[in-house]
């Protein structure tokens, strides 16, 4: 069976984003059975959430997601309850030791980003049959998992494919040569993005290269470049698909190096402050934005709900459901994605507060800045 996970939305799920719950300290409620929750014992405020975050490498995670959830734990509990945090810096087998720490120091729930969502199911099974319930965040982890956050995976790939296929503008056509930068194989999002992306991209370009990048690493996606441009040409790569910023920083670096003046269309996601630099001075063509703030506060909202045995919450924040390849219809919520390019950078990073315009508009890009009326 592949391990792709597969998403389906229930009629309602749609909505399921902009549910806002109110989760007052207390005990426990009834479920939509009428009947008291069973599978874990209500909680009042006083708890611990075992965060694990998979690395350091893509800022996200630590300037976004940990004090995010840290703080919205914080505000649902009266300041009572705690997060307890570990990054793995991208190493499974250290990942695998702090969830077990985690489980030794009995943290009341778990919010898993996984180094490798496959090799991470046992110390899954091993949460679960200590009765630490395990909600995946971000990247759907293997094994006995009890909900899912994260963002709609395949639409961020049909975003990249579309975006570049419209920054190819009325000259894209089969003989156009494409390389494909897509992420890391231990990481179940990056197969939903390469298959979104080809969904829309096969048929109207060719694919000339195409790699699995290690961890994600910009250093490995500028080494990937490198051997497509020895084997496409400099000058024959009319656009390159990357999966994330981080890569797209590497892979700039290795066009650059090859002599390359005009950089051809290249995609991003995560919207990080140096990508959207690089949007605005023309060097990458897009980013893909997702709302940390909604995604970290949900997972916060899920984690507290289930710990205190409030269902009829907990259950209307994950009208989705998920399938891995070993468990099914887990119960999720899927939030949606925005393209960010050089149009829409106020009313999405800077509006959402991610970053000032001080922060994105240097010395270095006064006039492209001043140009885009950022300034």
Same mark, same amino acid.
């Given at each position: 069976?592949?391990? *792709? ?6 009629? &309602? ?17 009834? $479920? ?7 599978? &874990? ?6 708890? !611990? ?20 959830? =840290? ?19 991208? $190493?499974? /087998? =250290? ?21 490798? +969502? ?27 998992? $009890? /909900? ?7 639409? *961020? ?19 156009? @040569? ?7 194989? &231990?990481?179940?999002? /990056? ?12 048929? =109207? ?9 290690? $961890? ?9 470049? !490198? ?6 040409? =400099? ?5 390159? %698909? ?49 709302? %940390? ?9 899920? +984690? ?21 390849? &070993?468990?099914?219809?887990?119960? /999720? ?7 960010? !390019? ?13 970053? @000032? ?12 800045? +001043?140009? #885009?009326? #950022?300034?």
């Amino acid at each position: 069976m592949s391990r *792709v996970a597969r998403f389906r939305r229930s009629a &309602t799920a749609v909505a399921a984003s902009a549910v806002t719950v109110s989760l007052a300290a207390g005990c426990g409620v009834l $479920d939509a059975s009428g009947k008291a929750s069973e599978s &874990t014992p209500a909680k009042g405020n006083d708890i !611990t959430v075992g965060l694990l975050l998979p690395e350091t490498a893509n800022t996200r995670y630590e300037k976004f997601d940990y004090p995010i959830i =840290k703080n919205k734990v914080a505000s649902l509990t009266n300041g009572e309850g705690r997060v307890e945090y570990a990054n793995a810096g991208a $190493d499974a /087998a =250290k990942q695998a030791q702090q969830l077990r720490k985690m489980i030794d120091d009995k943290v009341d729930v778990l919010l898993l980003d996984a180094v490798d +969502a496959h090799a991470i199911a046992g110390e899954v099974k091993k949460a679960k049959d200590a009765g630490i319930p395990v909600i995946a965040y971000d990247r759907l982890a293997e094994g006995p998992i $009890d /909900a899912y956050i994260s963002f709609d995976n395949e639409l *961020v790939g049909e975003v990249q494919g579309r975006s570049l296929l419209e920054a190819l503008g009325g000259d894209v056509d089969i003989s156009k @040569k494409i390389v494909m930068m897509n992420g890391s194989v &231990t990481d179940p999002n /990056a197969a939903q993005f390469k298959e979104g992306a080809l969904s829309e991209l096969n048929g =109207k370009v060719t694919i000339a290269q195409s790699f699995d990048t290690k $961890d994600w690493k910009p250093e490995n996606a500028e080494a990937n470049m !490198t051997k497509a441009i020895a084997a496409i040409g =400099k000058d024959d790569i009319a656009a390159v %698909y990357s999966a994330n910023d981080g890569m797209a920083g590497g892979i700039i670096k290795a066009l650059e190096a090859a002599g390359v003046t005009k950089l051809p269309p290249i995609t991003g996601q995560d919207a990080e402050l140096a990508a959207v630099q690089r949007i605005i001075n023309g060097e990458q063509y897009m980013s893909v934005y997702k709302s %940390y703030p909604q995604e970290a506060e949900t997972a916060a909202e899920m +984690a507290v709900a289930r710990i205190q045995g409030r269902d009829i919450q907990f259950d209307a924040l994950t009208r989705d459901k998920v399938d891995s390849p &070993t468990n099914k219809d887990i119960p /999720a919520q899927l939030v949606s994605v925005v393209a960010l !390019t050089k149009d829409n950078i106020k009313s999405t990073v800077v509006e959402d507060g991610i970053y @000032k315009i001080s922060d994105i508009c240097t010395a270095k890009l006064d006039d492209d800045c +001043a140009a #885009l009326g #950022l300034k």
